[in-house]
Nanobody, 123 residues
């Protein structure tokens, strides 16, 4: 079992920056990938970024070049550095862990464990 706890959300102005953290505990070695998703009311959960056990990252087109996913294996913590924030980045952000196949990295169904979410509001 894996437990994930997000933190770092908040309110920020357009163009600003924010860093999200996700503290992981439990059997994290069994998970090949960790990822960040986001969701706004009435819409599907959207894959934002993922990083695998080798440190290879992938991003959605909407955040490429603005967001950076990273992890500190010693601290068992996942990060999402968000720069040049836009109003459309406003959402609840979730940390996820799982072992998605190939192109499924941005599909919510491919992940087994989820955090409770942290709200990001850009205005």
């Amino acid at each position: 079992h894996v437990q994930l706890v997000e933190s770092g959300g908040g309110s920020v102005q357009v163009g600003g920056s924010l860093t999200l953290s996700c503290a992981a505990s439990g059997n994290t070695d069994s998970m090949h990938c960790m990822a960040w998703f986001r969701q706004v009311p009435g819409k599907e959960r959207e894959g934002v970024a993922t990083i695998d056990s080798d440190g290879v990252a992938d991003y959605s087109a909407s955040v490429q070049g603005r967001f950076t996913i990273s992890k500190d294996n010693a601290k068992n913590t996942l990060y999402l550095q968000m720069n040049s924030l836009k109003t459309e980045d406003t959402a609840m952000y979730y940390c996820a862990a799982g072992s998605p196949y190939g192109g499924d990295w941005n599909k919510a169904y491919a992940y087994n464990y989820w955090g409770q979410g942290t709200q990001v509001t850009v205005s």
